[in-house]
Structures are given as structure tokens and as C-alpha cells.
T-cell receptor, first 112, second 113 residues
Framework: NAGVTQTPKFRILKIGQSMTLQCTQD?????MYWYRQDPGMGLKLIYY???????DKGEVPNGYNVSRSTTEDFPLRLELAAPSQTSVYFC???????????FGPGTRLTVT | KNQVEQSPQSLIILEGKNCTLQ??????????LRWYKQDTGRGPVSLTI?????NTKSNGRYTATLDADTKQSSLHITASQLSDSASYIC????????????FGAGTRLAVHP
């Protein structure tokens, strides 16, 4: 298993541009999450999904959108990038009936 | 407000020494408490997960303790190695689902030769 994979690893966006951060897991996990990690702060939940076709907002959803058309993929969309969205983004998954959470390697995004 | 606070913010120790990292939380009721290790430029990796009824859990040279009465947890690292240099994150899961995990800001540990 490749686990949780994220692409790209790094990206620089100009203000107002759009992009999609990709997240894929090959472990057949139902629960998937998007977090952002800012310097000196704990991870904050952006969106999560409990299964294909089901998504819900986390603590900091403004400026982001998600979809979950398959169990494997959970892309995060930024429509109008703002400097406040400069952060490191982590995707994670949890199998049903487990506490164990698996994280991807992260995407470092800079908006200038 | 549910919070998780970790101390110290950063720590430098010499290779081979022991150290203890602290986590205080105000989350109640809670389901479980986790410690993660995050290497620079990588995603967090789980070290230990303790339910509210557990007092201690070990993973090799890492031992986590939990005192649910005082709402404190600690992570003890024995005989530190250079590869232990990383951030260590305490995470508390309240009752009600994994969408409510509360992450501490982490302790950055540097192990020097």
C-alpha cells in the first residue's frame, strides 16, 4: 500500500488564482480529512468526509471546497487564493472502527 | 473552550539522555488521547493512542502516561537518538467523532550529538 498520497508537494499561487490539492488513499478507509498547519499552531480541520458522497465542514472551511466521488480520492479546491491560505495542508484518513489516523506527506502552499 | 496546551515549546537534549514532554488539556469528556511524531517536512505519525481508561502506553523508547483526573499527559523518551529530533504533537479526541480532534501546537525536540 502507498498509504495516503498528496500532490503537489509544493506550489506557489498568485492572489486570485485557483488550484486543487489532490489526496488519494489506497487503504479503503471511509473517513478522510483535510487539515492546515500554520507555524506555531495546532492542525486545524478544514473539511472531512465519512464516506463517498458525504462531506462536511470543519473548523476553518471558508475559501475551500471538497468533493468525495470515490472512497479513494478527496480533493481540496481553492477557488480564489488569498495570502491567508499560505500554509501546509495535510490529508488524513481513518479506517472504520479504528482510532488510528494516517497522514499524507503534506502540500506546502504559498500565496503571494 | 476545548484546548490542548503543550510544554515546553522547544527542547534541546544530548543524544542518549531522557526527556519528558507535557500536555495539558481542558477537553471533557474525551474518548482518547494521542501522541504523534512529526519529522520536518513530513506528515504526523502516530506513536501512542490511549483511551480515557488507560494510564500508560509504550511504543519502544516512547512511553505515554495519562492522568484523566488532572487532565495531563506526558511523553517520555528514553535514551534519545538523533532520529528523535522532530515535533511531538498531543491530540485529544472528544466524544462525538474524529472530526473534533483537537491538536496541540507541538513540542519541537532537537537531539544533539
Amino acid at each position: 500500500n502507498a498509504g495516503v498520497t498528496q500532490t503537489p508537494k509544493f506550489r506557489i499561487l498568485k492572489i486570485g488564482q485557483s488550484m486543487t490539492l489532490q489526496c488519494t488513499q489506497d487503504m479503503n478507509h471511509n473517513y478522510m480529512y483535510w487539515y492546515r498547519q500554520d507555524p506555531g499552531m495546532g492542525l486545524k480541520l478544514i473539511y472531512y468526509s465519512v464516506g463517498a458522497g458525504i462531506t462536511d465542514k470543519g473548523e476553518v472551511p471558508n475559501g475551500y471546497n471538497v468533493s468525495r466521488s470515490t472512497t479513494e480520492d478527496f480533493p481540496l479546491r481553492l477557488e480564489l487564493a488569498a495570502p491567508s491560505q499560505t500554509s501546509v495542508y495535510f490529508c488524513a484518513s481513518i479506517p472504520t472502527g479504528s482510532y488510528e489516523q494516517y497522514f499524507g506527506p503534506g502540500t506546502r502552499l504559498t500565496v503571494t | 473552550k476545548n484546548q490542548v496546551e503543550q510544554s515546553p515549546q522547544s527542547l534541546i537534549i544530548l543524544e542518549g539522555k531522557n526527556c519528558t514532554l507535557q500536555c495539558n488539556y481542558t477537553v471533557s469528556p474525551f474518548s482518547n488521547l494521542r501522541w504523534y511524531k512529526q519529522d520536518t517536512g513530513r506528515g504526523p505519525v502516530s506513536l501512542t493512542i490511549m483511551t480515557f481508561s488507560e494510564n500508560t502506553k509504550s511504543n519502544g523508547r516512547y512511553t505515554a502516561t495519562l492522568d484523566a483526573d488532572t487532565k495531563q499527559s506526558s511523553l517520555h523518551i528514553t535514551a534519545s537518538q538523533l532520529s528523535d529530533s522532530a515535533s511531538y504533537i498531543c491530540v485529544v479526541s472528544p466524544l462525538g467523532g474524529y472530526n473534533k480532534l483537537i491538536f496541540g501546537a507541538g513540542t519541537r525536540l532537537a537531539v544533539h550529538p
